[in-house]
């Protein structure tokens, strides 16, 4: 009978980061794992990278456009979505 984990043990073997999920449903990193039939592993996932968005933001209102005439940029973090920084584009 084939492991249950046993992709996930091959991948481990060839050097993939392993996850475990814990009592809180969090996922933690685990150097060696113990490969328990009842816990749920996986291959820990490549982050999300951030991603940039160009606005122009202009008076008398304050209006923020997607225009051809951007003079800010807006960098937001690729796993949650936050705010990162901005930047004045001169």
């Not at 249950?4 to 996850?19: P, V």
């Not at 990193?29 to 996986?42: A, F, K, L, T």
């Amino acid at each position: 009978m084939r492991h249950k984990h046993a992709d996930l043990i091959i991948a481990w073997a060839n050097g993939a980061q392993i996850e475990y999920k814990n009592a809180l449903k969090v996922w933690m990193e685990v150097d060696s794992p113990e490969w328990i039939s009842w816990v749920e592993y996986r291959i820990k996932p490549e982050p999300k990278p951030d991603y940039v968005r160009y606005l122009e933001v202009r008076q008398p209102f304050g209006e923020i456009l997607q225009s051809p005439y951007h003079n800010v940029k807006a960098t937001f973090d690729g796993e949650t979505g936050a705010l990162k920084s901005v930047e004045v584009i001169k």
